[in-house]
């Protein structure tokens, strides 16, 4: 059964520093691996889809890298905004149903 | 594009009431679901549909319906409501397949509580 998980749960840092969000997973067959943002009391927005075959893909101050041989994910935040502040949730794409496994998230804080 | 619509926003019921939660979709995706956020529990699988007249269970099915009449629409049906049930309501969509995007986009939520 496919677990994916997130660590830490919680992370505070300064305004300003990079910062890398870590996402693993336990069954490599997946299709692709999805970063997700949630807001207090919003929904959840798309950040990022790396497909199984893709290593990176980058949207302006975040870089996502996928390594599917040691089941391993993480979000890369370029100097960091007190905007940023939010929870952070990776899923894996299975290949075999297509369901989305999620993780339980990383909820960061931005200090000004 | 609206996206993913979800209605109502917030909704309180009373134990044993029955409701439908709205969930609507302009991008043609086969692939709609019905998830539910707890505290503490993430997000859970409710039921799905890879296309209309297809449904299937998630995770944590009881006590839910479901229905996919058109490729738009994926209404949610509390049958009788219970204050377990009380939670965030997501819907998420996506392309379904080997399609080369299949990008999931989320609803707004419902807010239930059930007293």
């Known amino acids: 059964k496919q677990e994916v998980t997130q660590i830490p749960a919680a992370l505070s840092v300064p305004e300003g520093e990079n910062l890398v969000l870590n996402c693993s997973f336990t069954?490599?067959?997946?299709?692709?691996l999805q970063w997700f943002r949630q807001d207090p009391g919003k929904g959840l927005t798309s950040l990022l889809l790396?497909?199984?075959s893709q290593r990176e893909q980058t949207s302006g101050r975040l870089n996502a890298s996928l390594d599917k041989s040691s089941g391993r994910s993480t979000l890369y935040i370029a100097a960091s905004q007190p905007g940023d502040s939010a929870t952070y949730l990776c899923?894996?794409?299975?290949?075999?149903?297509?369901?989305?496994?999620w993780g339980a998230g990383t909820k960061l804080i931005i200090k000004p | 594009n609206a996206g993913v619509t979800q209605t109502p926003k917030f909704q309180v019921l009373k134990t044993g009431q029955s409701m439908t939660l709205q969930c609507a979709q302009d991008?043609?995706?086969?692939?709609m679901s019905w998830y539910r956020q707890d505290p503490g529990m993430g997000l859970r699988l409710i039921h799905y549909?890879?296309?209309?007249?297809?449904?299937d269970q998630g995770e944590v099915p009881n006590g839910y319906n479901v229905s996919r009449s058109t490729t738009e629409d994926f209404p949610l049906r509390l049958l009788s409501a219970a204050p377990s049930q009380t939670s965030v309501y997501f819907c998420?969509?996506?392309?379904?397949?080997?399609?080369?995007?299949?990008?999931?986009?989320f609803g707004q939520g419902t807010r239930l509580t059930v007293v």
């Open positions: 790396i497909q199984s």
């Open positions: 899923a894996a794409r299975m290949d075999s149903n297509y369901q989305l496994i």
């Open positions: 998420a969509s996506s392309y379904y397949g080997r399609a080369t995007n299949t990008e999931a986009f």
């Open positions: 549909s890879v296309g209309a007249g297809i449904t």
């Open positions: 991008m043609n995706h086969e692939y």
């Open positions: 069954d490599s067959a997946i299709y692709n």
